[in-house]
């Protein structure tokens, strides 16, 4: 027991996704399909991992009444203090290491899933388990098959074969086909509070409470983003676009042509982080807006000074303006428009 409290942090969370999961192993109940779905970072592919050894682990198997009473994962999707898989066994150890002949994760080749990942996947399922008593087949960022690869998928989800579940991780169900969905028992993951985020990075990586509250918040309820900002420089380059964004959309001033390209060419020099820089400068115009109305929902707390200093001098009009702006250069980005030229027309509509 002490080794799984060390091993976890002995971090719980309640939520309903455990719950289901919990339930499917304590009833012997487990759907032959399984649809995960959240934003990135919630533990979705984490979780179906845990699931897959809990779905095999012999003291599991062997004290279902017991041993799965409760969830079977933590915020980020590690194994439970007390209820899930043990971790240690010959079944956890290979499947952690993916090493589990009857445990199988299938991931975008590039840019999509493709029909001849499905295919191969169809010929293994039409073998029975090596050793497994559940073959587990994860399907992750099922959003990126191709309509070929999802038709070819729908027939192993129309016959599944024995002793086999599937688990497609999406972010939405409505970036899968219709026919999927619904041949698939959807599980949601939600986004972990922000408080709970707080809590994981100062008791993991031991950060400053000022910078803990920032980067819970710039996560949006993504764990794995959380950790990635703490890594990173992103506070002082958070700090250096809310300071540009202020003298170019509220003072109007120091930001004549030659200050607005050089500040659009070292956005589109952030390639990696543009869509988080993109985010950013969408939270902080929308908290302008909700701080005319209510100034205790705004996200960035930490600026409510600046954020409550530029309420009073901008119309509700030109910020809803301005934050379609962002939205369209995020698409156009996705579109895998110009990044240079994205950049310098957004500043531009940034600064009327």
Avoid at 266 to 272: E, G, T, V
Avoid at 318 to 339: E, F, G, H, P, T
């Amino acid at each position: 027991m002490r080794k799984r409290a060390e091993r976890t942090g002995g971090l719980l969370i309640h939520n309903r996704a455990s719950k289901w999961l919990s339930a499917f192993i304590r009833k012997e109940t487990i759907p032959h399909a399984l649809l995960f779905t959240g934003i990135e970072g919630v533990g979705k592919r984490t979780s179906a991992m845990t699931f897959a050894m809990a779905c095999n682990c012999p003291s599991v198997v062997s004290c279902q009444s017991s041993v799965v009473s409760g969830p079977l994962t933590t915020d980020n999707g590690q194994l439970t203090t007390d209820n899930g898989p043990c971790g240690d066994c010959r079944s956890c150890r290979k499947i952690r290491s993916g090493s589990h002949p009857d445990i199988s994760l299938v991931e975008p080749s590039g840019t999509f899933i493709r029909i001849a990942q499905i295919r191969e996947l169809c010929h293994t399922l039409s073998m029975k388990p090596y050793e497994a008593r559940m073959r587990v087949v994860i399907i992750a960022n099922a959003q990126a098959m191709n309509p070929e690869a999802g038709n070819a998928l729908l027939k192993v989800l129309e016959e599944p074969p024995e002793r086999t579940v599937l688990i497609l991780t999406a972010i939405q169900t409505s970036d899968l086909l219709p026919t999927i969905v619904s041949r698939c028992q959807h599980i949601r993951f939600d986004p972990i509070p922000r408080e709970r985020l707080e809590t994981l990075l100062l008791e993991k990586k031991q950060i400053r409470p000022d910078d803990a509250e920032v980067i819970a918040t710039l996560a949006n309820g993504s764990y794995s983003k959380a950790f990635s900002i703490s890594r990173t420089n992103w506070i002082n380059r958070r700090k250096w676009l809310i300071r540009e964004l202020e003298s170019l959309v509220i003072e109007k001033q120091g930001h004549g042509t030659a200050r607005m390209l050089a500040f659009a060419e070292r956005l589109s020099k952030n390639k990696d982080i543009l869509p988080d820089l993109l985010e950013v400068m969408k939270t902080w115009l929308r908290d302008i807006v909700v701080c005319k109305y209510d100034p205790e929902k705004i996200i960035n707390r930490d600026l409510g000074d600046s954020i409550q200093h530029a309420s009073r001098k901008i119309t509700v009009a030109s910020l809803l303006s301005k934050i379609k702006s962002v939205d369209s250069a995020r698409k156009n980005l996705r579109a895998n428009a110009n990044l240079r030229l994205t950049m310098e027309v957004l500043v531009c509509q940034l600064s009327f």
